[in-house]
């Protein structure tokens, strides 16, 4: 079992930036994918980034591309969302997720573990 808690979230001005951390418990978080999800009020849950567990490789969704940066400390246990410009339209709850595999993937379904999610509201 893994468990993931996520930090970082709060208020922020249109422009500014926001760092989230996801901290997981367990031994084998190297061997895991990990990604972040968002869903904004009334909207599906939406991938943001993802991060591999062999070689480290990023993907990031269309919209936060080029904002936004993912990055893993494996000797913390700890994923990070760095997250620069912030626009209104990233207001939403922010999901750290782990998948039992070493790829990312955008689709909800393949990840196995998931935190309670970190509010982010940023205002214009």
């Known amino acids: 079992q893994v468990q993931l808690v996520e930090s970082g979230g709060g208020l922020v001005q249109a422009g500014g930036s926001l760092r989230l951390s996801c901290a997981a418990s367990g031994r084998t978080f190297s061997s895991y994918a990990m990604g972040w999800f968002r869903q904004a009020p009334g909207k599906e849950r939406e991938f943001a980034a993802g991060i591999s567990a062999s070689d480290g490789m990023t993907s990031y969704g269309d919209s936060v591309k080029g904002r936004f940066t993912i990055s893993r400390d494996n000797a913390k246990n700890t994923v990070y969302l760095q997250m620069n410009s912030l626009k209104p339209e990233d207001t939403a709850v922010y999901y750290c997720?782990?998948?039992?595999?070493?790829?990312?993937?955008?689709?909800?379904?393949?990840?196995?573990?998931w935190g309670q999610g970190t509010q982010v509201t940023v205002s214009s």
């Open positions: 997720a782990a998948r039992t595999f070493w790829a990312v993937s955008t689709s909800i379904r393949r990840y196995d573990y």
